[in-house]
């Protein structure tokens, strides 16, 4: 008897020790009870997580540093979808969306797909060159079905607030026991986002109407919403030519613009080029960012910072 207690608490006492070891390792993942969401983008991962804490397990379909133009999932990823409950889309015909939901969804049909666009109001892909330029009047509103819509709409925070109701009521359908802490989290993080938008009107008020002078045109959103002006230099995906160069440089002298902004996801030559050309430099900002609230604040701070230079 005294020898059979004694290997019990031997036993316990083993188990004891090894049970804070085993969440380093790698345990099988049926263990892990969370409910599986995959999301196409970086910033969606903060979305999903501040609404759903720890109920929630969020794998991303385009890694930071990737383009969602290009990218192609892998085989981790798609073992990531055969074993999820949830795909919370972008819905704004962004390439990877086109080119692989489809495929996804074959992968597990009974994932269920959200789309997190419902009610975001649409903006076309303008001209970017040549004369065009981006400012709050001469954007155009789509309504829902037409195909020319800019897709980077989670670059508002005023979409965000949209795409998060979008997020909270896929949540409660798929997790109905847990809806008031879903709620209680939404509520949290609109009170956030709200803080951030009447930050940067109030930070970007003496700014009206100034230009920016992007690569990549992901920022037509933010620029809507806080009326600046954003100028691109690809347009619809295309690399400029020499005359787009010549009047991108024209535009810049014009506008006093000497930054240059450039995604991590896209090459520095040509923007570089440019950058010489208008006796300017390149700075980077991050479209894809995962901490999305803070990144988009460090964004607002960097073009701040070129509108005080003369
Ligand atoms: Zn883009």
């Not at 613009?257 to 390149?282: C, H, L, T």
Request: aromatic fraction near 8%.
């Amino acid at each position: 008897m005294k020898n059979r207690m004694k290997v019990l608490i031997f036993s316990a006492a083993i188990i004891l020790v090894i049970m804070p070891l085993s969440g380093c390792l790698d345990l099988d993942e049926s263990d892990d009870d969370r409910i599986g969401i995959i999301v196409t983008l970086p910033p969606q991962i903060e979305m999903v997580e501040a609404l759903g804490g720890n109920n929630v397990k969020v794998t991303e379909m385009v890694p930071s540093g990737q383009s969602p133009h290009a990218y192609e999932p892998v085989p981790s990823q798609i073992k990531a979808v055969a074993e999820a409950i949830a795909y919370f889309k972008i819905g704004t015909g962004i390439e990877f969306e086109v080119n692989h939901l489809d495929f996804l969804q074959e992968k597990n049909q009974d994932m269920k797909m959200f789309d997190c666009s419902v009610g975001v109001p649409l903006l076309e892909v303008g001209e970017q060159y040549n004369g065009h330029e981006h400012t709050r009047d001469n954007i155009k509103e789509l309504t829902r079905g037409d195909h020319d819509e800019d897709p980077h709409i989670w670059l508002a925070p005023s979409n965000a607030k949209i795409m998060v109701r979008n997020i909270y009521d896929g949540l409660v359908t798929i997790d109905p026991e847990n809806k008031n802490f879903y709620e209680g989290n939404l509520h949290l993080y609109l009170t956030k986002l709200d803080e951030l938008i009447n930050d940067t009107h109030s930070k970007l008020e003496q700014y009206t109407g100034r230009e920016f002078l992007v690569y990549h045109p992901s920022w037509t959103y933010l620029a809507y919403e806080f009326n600046l002006t954003q100028l691109a230099i690809e347009e619809s995906g295309k690399e400029p030519g020499p005359a787009e160069l010549a009047a991108i440089i024209d535009k810049a002298k014009e506008h006093n613009i000497n930054v240059i902004f450039i995604s991590p996801q896209f090459d520095k030559a040509n923007a570089e080029y440019i950058a010489n050309e208008i006796d300017g430099r390149v700075e980077t900002i991050d479209p894809l960012n995962e901490n999305y609230i803070e990144n988009l604040q460090s964004v607002i701070n960097k073009l701040m910072n070129t509108f005080n230079i003369d």
